[in-house]
């Protein structure tokens, strides 16, 4: 009864897991792969089996600068879970993904009992984040040049508007040269006004 238990709970634990989006891989305390799910399969975009292999040599993952980074370095010493999202891998056609990378060390009840022994091996949850990257970057150059965009007029009609201050107080100011001023500072604030109402249909 204890063993038909134990295997049911197996079977829930790997049904759950095969069921999961991200892709989770188990090691032993040497970074080779003993467990692994069907999104892992995905991700990697292959049908060989993962058992026995080496995760470095499975995971050949870059660093934004392009370093190399060795993920058995990283699981070394290891006594909580991080996550590192400035990781990419690429496959051998050359396309190159970014991940999300977490992992941490698999504790049992028993290896807190047992004197010298930290943890039972590792897990590593990987998820493809390429599209929410790119969609950041996107996101940011845009901020980017909208500010731009929006501090040119700005900077117009704040300097008109001075240089009116500066006209009202002058003798030689003409009705013309302020009306021109103005005119100036006014076209400025509709285009201002237009890029706003194009921004909100934008946000809409």
């Known amino acids: 009864k204890s063993k038909a238990k134990e295997n049911v ?3 829930r634990i790997l049904t759950i897991v095969n069921n999961l989006a991200d892709a ?3 090691t032993d305390k040497h970074g080779v792969v003993r467990m692994y799910n069907a999104a892992s399969l995905n991700l990697l975009d292959t049908n060989d089996s993962l058992n026995g292999r080496d995760v470095d040599e499975l995971l050949k993952l870059k660093d934004k600068e392009g370093k190399s980074v060795k993920l058995v370095e990283e699981l070394a010493g290891l006594k909580n879970a991080v996550t590192r999202d400035d990781l990419s891998y690429t496959f051998d056609d050359g396309e190159a993904i970014r991940l999300e990378v977490t992992y941490s060390p698999i504790r049992s009840s028993y290896s807190t009992t047992k004197k010298g022994e930290t943890h ?3 897990i590593v949850i990987m998820r493809d984040i390429t599209k929410a990257k790119s969609l950041e970057e996107e996101r940011d150059e845009f901020i980017s040049v ?3 965009e929006l501090r040119t007029p700005i ?3 704040e300097g ?3 240089n009116v201050q500066v006209m009202m107080k002058h003798p030689d100011a ?3 040269m302020l009306a021109d001023a103005i005119e100036t500072a006014h076209d400025q604030i509709v285009y201002l006004a237009r890029m706003v109402n194009d921004l909100s249909t934008l946000s809409r």
């Open 24 to 26: 989770i891989l188990s």
């Open 146 to 148: 909208v500010s731009h």
């Open 155 to 157: 900077t117009i009609v």
């Open 9 to 11: 709970q197996k079977d």
């Open 174 to 176: 003409t009705k013309t």
């Open 160 to 162: 008109t508007i001075s």
């Open 120 to 122: 039972d091996g590792y």
